[in-house]
């Protein structure tokens, strides 16, 4: 026939700042990433602390005072419970990251992220007994 | 056996007379225990000659006819018309141009696997007199999940950040050269490192793990990328700060 | 093509971000309920001002300062490009400009104790 067949791809754009919404997946991720937000601001926090713990007892008691701020109450909440959602997702997906062969097989996921969940919980133990809340 | 009427949407796209892709309904007549890909064969042999998709093997081995099901990256035969309700939404694989239908232009996908060199490289020169390469259940088993891949593309479609960036290498692509550096056999991991450890290699990955959710072979890509990443960490600080030590 | 420098800034968010899932829940606790009215023992200014005149507090107190700094920064980074801000070395500049901050600031606060 000598007719040549004309491509003209077409091409679906992403659209840049939106595409998250469309499936729980990727809500999930940016839950995850936007942890860092949270975690990051909680970070700075704890630098004025050891800013004002460095400036004597009268600092450090403002800084005690500040923290009793309701909106610094509320977003301690929400922190703690993002903080949290790090602690899962990240224990979650060590053992991909890390796999560990015994002879020929691999220990099992489960097993690896469920040593970190206990070491976790543990060490949080460990801290809240050592700063005498039990 | 019985049967059920079955509504698909699909995404239609003909280069030489449409400016866009727009959707087209077909209700066809399927038998309870029919995948997608069997709907769509039917409204090809039946209603409208002129649909275009990719299928071959029928049995989620050959990979080819990846699409979107509902928005999910899918094989079309390995979607079950029992698991859907209602009009099903089909369209081509995301994050790819459209060719025709449900045909997509896949040439930067095979122009990324052959850049990581998916091939054995060996160590060195092995004569057939040497006889052949021995290999224990547990090397086998350091690379063996990553050989089931399929190359059918549903984690290109489902990776955020190939649809962001399209030069990323992406997840098959990197999950294959780990397969070959994993492998006990060979050789080239420096050489496969000089693609992956780029910009658009594997550091272009922000492990959203989509990719190893919509695998049918259940390869694990995010697995396979995240331990390069560790690697590749490994070796810069390696190369960086102990530069006498070869590798 | 040559291989990226990312690594270096992908270490410490590897290790902050290991780090910070162990740590900031029962950090967060703590201050929360110091917040709410019972400052726990281990945050009056007595015992927290002698833990970190210890060497090794004042390492501990800077290992998790220093490496969840890091770790955020770095993941703040990715959010944006995420997000579609696509200024990538502006951001990452900003960010870690930021965290480098943070760490001087601690070690000044540090010595100060």
Not at chain 1, 78 to 88: F, G, P, S
Not at chain 2, 175 to 203: C, F, K, M, P
Request: a neutral charge; aromatic letters at 12%; glycine letters at 6%.
């Amino acid at each position: 026939m000598g007719e040549e067949m004309s491509r003209r791809p077409y091409v679906r754009e992403i659209p840049r700042h939106s595409w998250f919404f469309r499936h729980p997946r990727y809500m999930r991720y940016m839950t995850r990433e936007i942890t860092c937000i949270f975690i990051g601001a909680y970070t700075l926090l704890l630098l004025v602390g050891l800013q004002r713990l460095s400036q004597g007892e009268a600092a450090y008691e403002s800084f005690l005072q500040v923290l009793r701020e309701p909106a610094i109450i509320a977003f301690h909440v929400a922190a703690l419970a993002l903080a949290v959602y790090h602690t899962v997702t990240w224990f979650n997906v060590t053992p991909k990251a890390l796999p560990l062969q015994v002879g020929e097989e691999f220990v099992p996921n489960a097993v690896i992220a469920g040593a970190h969940y206990v070491g976790w919980v543990l060490l949080s133990a460990l801290v809240l007994v050592g700063a005498g809340v039990f | 056996m019985s049967q059920r009427v079955v509504e698909l949407e699909v995404l239609r796209y003909n280069p030489e007379t449409d400016s866009e892709p727009h959707f087209q309904r077909y209700s066809v007549s399927c038998e309870d225990e029919w995948v997608v890909l069997d709907a769509l064969n039917r409204v090809k042999e039946t209603i409208d000659p002129t649909l275009s998709y990719r299928w071959s093997c029928h049995m989620a081995v050959c990979g080819s006819c990846g699409m979107m099901i509902n928005g999910e990256p899918k094989l079309g035969c390995k979607s079950f018309l029992r698991d859907y309700e209602g009009v099903i939404r089909v369209e081509p694989l995301a994050h790819f141009p459209i060719e025709r239908d449900l045909v997509t232009v896949i040439d930067d996908f095979i122009g990324k696997l052959k850049r990581v060199k998916p091939y054995l490289i060996p160590k060195h020169e092995k004569p057939l007199t040497e006889g052949e390469y021995l290999q224990t259940p547990a090397e086998l088993k350091k690379f063996k999940q990553y050989t089931m891949c399929i190359n059918c593309m549903l984690c290109y479609a489902a990776c955020p950040e190939y649809g962001l960036i399209p030069k990323f290498i992406g997840p098959a692509a990197i999950s294959l050269a780990h397969r070959y550096n994993q492998d006990s056999r060979d050789g080239g991991r420096d050489e496969r490192q000089e693609e992956i450890a780029t910009t658009e290699g594997v550091w272009e990955c922000s492990f959203t793990g989509a990719c190893s959710e919509v695998c049918p072979e259940h390869v694990d890509p995010a697995s396979a990328l995240q331990q390069v990443k560790i690697k590749s960490t490994v070796d810069w600080y390696t190369e960086h700060l102990m530069p006498w030590v070869k590798k | 093509m040559s291989k990226s420098n990312k690594p270096i800034v992908w270490g410490t968010f590897a290790a902050g971000g290991t780090v910070t899932a162990f740590v900031m829940p029962v950090l967060m606790l703590l201050t929360l309920l110091a917040g709410l009215g019972a400052v726990p023992q281990g945050l009056s200014y007595a015992t927290l001002h002698g833990y970190a005149s210890h060497w090794l507090g004042k390492l501990v107190i800077f290992a998790i300062l220093f490496l969840s700094l890091w770790s955020s920064a770095h993941r703040l980074r990715i959010t944006f490009y995420d997000f579609g801000v696509r200024a990538d070395t502006l951001v990452a500049t900003i960010v870690y400009l930021a965290a480098a901050a943070g760490t001087v600031a601690s070690v000044i606060f540090l010595v100060r104790i």
